[in-house]
C-alpha cells in the first residue's frame, strides 16, 4: 500500500494488447499523462492509426491530492465502456495515467455485460503490459538569502540531502530545493529559523 505521500503511476506508454470476442476485437493503450492537454495528441494518434474502428473508449486519473478524473464511452452503451476502463485504474491504485481501449465491431453484439468484461480485460491487459513504479509526492520551496549566508544554507541542504531544482548564487542567492510532503514542513522550519534567510512555498 503506497505511503500518504507516495503514488503509482506508469513511466512509459505500455505495448499494445489485443483482446478478442465474438469477432469484435479489443486494442488496449496504457499512457503516462500529468495535464489534460496531453490528452488530445494521444487520442488523435490512436484515432489515426485505427481509422477504421467503431469506437475510442478512455478513462484518465490526473493529480496526487487533487484527482481530476474521466471515463468516456465513446458511444457504447452508458458505463459499459469507460466506467470498466477506470475501474483498472482504481485497482491498480494508479494516477497521471490514461488508459484508451479501440473496438472493432465483429458483426455480433456483445450485450452490456459482454461490453463491461471486454473493456475490463483489455484495461487490465494494458496495465499487465506496463511498467508501474511508485513516486513521492514533493513540495518545492523557495530559500532566499545573502551570499554570505551560503554556507548556512549549503550545510543544511547536504545534511538532509535536500534535491536542489534550481538555484542563482550571485550577491543575493535563490535556491529552489524540492521535499518530500512528509518531510515538508520540518524543513520549512528548519530554514525558517535561520537568521537573514528566507524560505517560501512555491505549491501554494
Not at 179 to 203: C, G, H, M, P, W
Request: net charge neutral; charged share 25%; with cysteine.
Amino acid at each position: 500500500m503506497p505511503e500518504d505521500d507516495t503514488y503509482n503511476t506508469i513511466v512509459k506508454p505500455s505495448e499494445e494488447v489485443l483482446f478478442k470476442d465474438k469477432n469484435s476485437k479489443f486494442y488496449g493503450y496504457a499512457f503516462h499523462v500529468e495535464h489534460e492537454d496531453d490528452l488530445v495528441p494521444l487520442l488523435e494518434g490512436l484515432k489515426n492509426q485505427h481509422h477504421r474502428a467503431r469506437h475510442w473508449c478512455y478513462a484518465y486519473q490526473i493529480g496526487t491530492e487533487t484527482i481530476r478524473f474521466r471515463a468516456n464511452d465513446d458511444g457504447e452503451p452508458n458505463n459499459s465502456a469507460g466506467q470498466p476502463i477506470y475501474g483498472q485504474i482504481q485497482s491498480f491504485k494508479l494516477t497521471n495515467i490514461l488508459i484508451v481501449v479501440v473496438r472493432y465491431f465483429g458483426g455480433v453484439k456483445l450485450g452490456i455485460g459482454g461490453l463491461i468484461n471486454a473493456y475490463k480485460t483489455t484495461a487490465q491487459m494494458a496495465l499487465e503490459a506496463s511498467k508501474i513504479i511508485q513516486k513521492t509526492i514533493n513540495k518545492e520551496f523557495l530559500i532566499t538569502f545573502d551570499y554570505k549566508n551560503m554556507n548556512t544554507v549549503m550545510r543544511v541542504i547536504k545534511e538532509k540531502q535536500l534535491k536542489i531544482v534550481n538555484q542563482k548564487l550571485e550577491l543575493s542567492c535563490e535556491i529552489q530545493i524540492l521535499v518530500r510532503k512528509k518531510d515538508a514542513q520540518t524543513i520549512f522550519d528548519l530554514f525558517n529559523e535561520l537568521y537573514e534567510i528566507k524560505i517560501e512555498s512555491l505549491n501554494d
